[in-house]
């Protein structure tokens, strides 16, 4: 089990190097994380939600994702709240207070989870959530030492020393965990490490020297990491504008966005330029696109986004000839209203949308969880590309717009609308922009040039790549043995 001194220290982009390392090896792998805290879900195959960096860790093992594999799945929608999901399936809204009453029945079903990935595996590789050194929450942890204790399983500290403090964070940790806990970590592994290694060398034996944890490697930085999936908020912080491309594509960063790796394809286009607006910054007046993200709490996110003024630049947008698409929460709010008569989201209320769609929104019924595939339609698209992606959301819409979907799906259905002018669409369905075919017609919708990057392909490759630079700086073989 993988633990760190702190959140994203690179826990999860470690537990995927390592289950492709050990795949390649020819094992049979798997990965688990006890309990998340992620708005970046992705639908399993049966039928379900994990959080992302699990689904990309099971692609990285080369099996489908399960829900299993993270079976407490925490979805905020408040700053003290958050949606509570169990082994793929939400159960009910829990306040930070009431989530550790919770937990001793949320235990069973996380060693459940566990004993069934370990029944079909010759390797489990665990995820911690946060820090080791919470020690504030142990008494009813289940995500790192209390549940390392109770499957006994030997645990790994992984500290970052990009951000600074590294030998504080890994010995300070020793410093407050109990006794018992400390004596489950049998190694330590330092992340993200710039510059002459040997530099380090007195720094890694002053803390194998302090805490008594073997020294398990020092890992460099992986330069490629922003060329996978992110699970957590955190890197849209950093991520200010990607690209120098010639199309502006703009994206409000709501304070709920969820399935935010729908950008990324976009991001990794040479010819778009896309920028993640920060509050306080206006839309600038060079945006080609408006894209209004997906949303844990759309009514929530809706108020956040007039609060910023950008509401009224993203109308002034439209009136200027701009074009406005929405992703599923994004979708909805670009509608004439949004109802959640049950609070599924939030306090139960009926709000105006931007009025840019001719739909109204009420929240509510049984979540859609699957897997999708079909076409743009011709309503859309100048050309019936093929896409595929998935469905997350509740709620039904309904209005004229619909008459002119985004999709065609296989099944039948159709999905999403379009405005007469065309200039605005929204859709529920997410992970459009991986499918290459649908992204390369997208972008022609906007008068850009799609690059020949394979977005697939270029994932597969980054895992391997991960996979060689982690198997290089840390010993498998005295990983493998320290399992147990």
């Known amino acids: 089990m993988l633990q760190g001194t702190g959140s994203d220290v690179g826990k999860s982009l470690l537990v995927a190097g390592l289950a492709r390392?050990?795949?390649?090896?020819?094992?049979?792998?798997?990965?688990?994380?006890p309990q998340n805290m992620s708005n970046n879900a992705a639908v399993t195959v049966d039928g379900g939600e994990i959080g992302r960096a699990q689904a990309l860790q099971a692609r990285a093992a080369r099996v489908a994702p399960?829900?299993?594999?993270?079976?407490?799945l925490l979805k905020p929608q408040s700053d003290v709240g958050s949606q509570v999901v169990v082994q793929g399936r939400v159960?009910?809204?829990?306040?930070?207070?009431?989530?550790?009453?919770?937990?001793p029945r949320l235990e069973v079903s996380v060693h459940e989870s566990?004993?069934?990935?370990?029944?079909?595996?010759?390797?489990?590789?665990?995820?911690?959530?946060?820090?080791?050194?919470?020690?504030?929450?142990?008494?009813?942890?289940i995500a790192n030492m209390g549940f390392a204790r109770k499957a006994d399983v030997p645990v790994i500290l992984v500290g970052d020393i990009d951000r600074g403090g590294v030998i504080a964070q890994i010995v300070g940790t020793h410093a407050v965990i109990d006794e018992r806990d400390a004596a489950q970590i049998v190694g330590f592994l330092v992340n993200k490490f710039r510059g002459d290694p040997a530099l380090f060398a007195p720094g890694m034996a002053l803390i194998a020297e302090k805490t008594g944890w073997a020294d398990l490697g020092l890992v460099p930085w992986f330069r490629d990491a922003g060329l996978l999936p992110a699970e957590d908020a955190v890197v849209l912080e950093k991520r200010r504008a990607g690209g120098e491309g010639r199309t502006t594509v703009v994206v409000p960063r709501l304070p709920h966005i969820s399935n935010f790796d729908d950008l990324d394809p976009l991001a990794q286009e040479p010819g778009v330029r896309l920028v993640m607006l920060a509050r306080g910054e206006a839309v600038p007046a060079e945006a080609d696109?408006?894209?209004?993200?997906?949303?844990?709490?759309?009514?929530?996110?809706?108020?956040?986004?007039?609060?910023?003024?950008?509401?009224?630049?993203?109308?002034?947008?439209?009136?200027?000839?701009g074009r406005v698409f929405g992703l599923c929460g994004g979708y909805q709010m670009l509608g004439r209203s949004i109802a959640d008569p049950d609070g599924v989201e939030g306090p139960p209320a009926t709000v105006a949308g931007l009025g840019l769609l001719d739909?109204?929104?009420?929240?509510?019924?049984?979540?859609?969880?699957?897997?999708?595939?079909?076409?743009?339609?011709?309503t859309f698209a100048g050309s019936p590309a093929p896409f595929s992606g998935y469905e997350m959301h509740v709620g039904r819409t309904t209005g004229a717009d619909l008459a002119r979907p985004v999709l065609a799906l296989a099944d039948g259905r159709s999905d999403g609308a379009?405005?007469?002018?065309?200039?605005?669409?929204?859709?529920?369905?997410?992970?459009?922009?991986?499918?290459?075919?649908?992204?390369?017609?997208?972008?022609?919708?906007?008068g850009a040039e799609a690059s020949d990057l394979a977005y697939e392909t270029r994932v597969e490759a980054t895992l391997d790549a991960l996979a060689e630079h982690v198997a290089a700086h840390v010993d498998l073989d005295r990983l493998w043995g320290l399992a147990r």
């Not at 390392?21 to 994380?33: E, I, M, Q, S, T």
């Not at 159960?91 to 937990?103: S, Y």
């Not at 379009?418 to 649908?438: I, K, T, W």
């Open 21 to 33: 390392a050990f795949a390649n090896r020819g094992l049979v792998v798997r990965p688990f994380k």
């Open 66 to 72: 399960s829900v299993h594999m993270n079976p407490v």
């Open 91 to 103: 159960v009910g809204n829990a306040k930070a207070r009431e989530f550790q009453d919770w937990k």
């Open 114 to 141: 566990f004993e069934k990935l370990a029944a079909e595996a010759d390797l489990v590789i665990v995820e911690g959530a946060g820090s080791a050194a919470e020690v504030n929450l142990r008494a009813r942890d």
């Open 289 to 321: 696109l408006v894209m209004l993200p997906g949303s844990k709490a759309t009514i929530a996110d809706l108020a956040a986004l007039r609060a910023e003024g950008w509401d009224v630049d993203i109308l002034a947008h439209v009136r200027r000839g």
């Open 359 to 378: 739909v109204d929104t009420v929240l509510g019924g049984d979540k859609r969880l699957e897997a999708v595939a079909g076409t743009l339609a011709p």
């Open 418 to 446: 379009v405005r007469p002018d065309g200039r605005v669409a929204g859709c529920y369905v997410h992970g459009l922009f991986s499918d290459d075919r649908a992204r390369t017609a997208f972008l022609a919708m906007l």
